[in-house]
């Protein structure tokens, strides 16, 4: 239990979206808003959410280490994130009534942590100026 309260504290904002994309993903119900008329809204949103998030870890890890385990990060950016995608789409499928897991919305996750892995790869050529 230490272990992870000791990554919490080291990577705060990553901790955070992560547990939003949890209560967000199992959430019963959300308002109607707007947005709902935009083609593909909800692939969007996975988009967002889980490349947003895969960017802040890169984020966070390259601010706190002076040299790149580039084996830490893929497990925990790239492998975890597309993990986490597929775990709660299995959720939304199997332990909700309101809500269903779709195929599209993994890609869609899927997609996301790839876009948040070149934008990781981009931070940390170009911003922390490591190989």
Not at 26 to 42: G, H, K, S, W
Not at 46 to 59: D, E, K, N, Q, S
Not at 115 to 129: D, E, K, P, S
């Amino acid at each position: 239990m230490s272990e992870v309260l000791q990554k919490v504290r080291k990577y705060p904002l990553s901790s955070l979206c992560i547990i939003l994309i949890l209560v967000l993903s199992l959430t019963p119900l959300f308002p109607e808003t707007p947005l709902d008329n935009v083609q593909f809204i909800d692939k969007w949103t996975h988009l967002a959410m889980y490349g947003g998030t895969c960017t802040v870890i890169w984020w966070e890890y390259l601010r706190t280490h002076v040299s790149t385990d580039a084996g830490k990060l893929f497990r925990f950016a790239v492998i975890g994130m597309t993990l986490l995608g597929g775990l709660m789409e299995l959720m939304q499928a199997y332990c909700t009534t309101t809500r269903s897991g779709e195929w599209l919305d993994f890609c869609a996750d899927t997609v996301g942590v790839l876009m948040g892995t070149a934008v990781g790869l981009l931070m940390n050529r170009c911003y922390f100026h490591r190989e």
